[in-house]
């Protein structure tokens, strides 16, 4: 009976302890990032952190750093390095999660580099599920960077999705005489 209780206070220290080490040793929460380290991190629990401008009503500018529903696929606990997100032709500022970017000229040169494309895993990740969001392959289009980028920015500007042009039939239209209405 003792050494069952023993066995059970072992587990519960051993949870406790576990859930303390972990919270004091902390993980990347978002809303304790500052603006200079909050846009393309990534908090512990795997969601995206994005960077907010608020204006107050003294008309100041305050930046806030919140946790994004959006999960990174390949990492967590991350804040990215100034050396990928020059890399990258990013901004440290940037604000929200947008695949604007990807419309920006001469990003997608910069984004498909092979210095950020396989040195920055986070980014590519993050603009990977941007692009497919608007129905664009990412490898695709950084292989048409090789080759005719207007055409894949087009693609991008219509999500993906070409409607079809109209089809004309010949119709024959014919005009039945008006009849005035009675006075009765």
Not at 123 to 151: M, Q, S, W
Not at 158 to 164: E, Q
Request: proline letters at 4%; a negative charge; aromatic letters at 8%.
């Amino acid at each position: 009976m003792a050494s069952d209780f023993a066995l059970k206070s072992r587990a519960v220290l051993a949870l406790v302890l576990a859930v303390y080490v972990q919270t004091s040793l902390g993980g990347i929460t978002c809303e304790n990032l500052n603006k200079e380290t909050c846009a393309f991190a990534v908090a512990s629990s795997g969601k995206r952190c994005v960077l907010e401008k608020h204006v107050k009503r003294s008309e100041e500018e305050a930046y806030v750093c919140w946790t994004s529903e959006i999960k990174a696929r390949m990492v967590n606990d991350w804040v990215e390095s100034d050396q990928c997100i020059e890399a990258c032709g990013l901004d440290r500022k940037s604000l929200g999660i947008s695949s604007d970017t990807l419309l920006e000229p001469g990003f997608t040169q910069k984004l498909c580099s092979a210095q950020c494309y396989n040195g920055c895993p986070n980014i590519v990740d993050l603009y990977f599920n941007l692009a497919a969001g608007e129905g664009v392959f990412l490898p695709k289009l950084c292989e048409a960077e090789k080759g005719d980028v207007r055409r894949e920015m087009a693609e991008i500007r219509s999500s993906g999705f070409v409607a079809p042009g109209p089809v004309m039939n010949s119709v024959e239209y014919t005009v039945a005489p008006a009849v005035a209405p009675s006075s009765a």
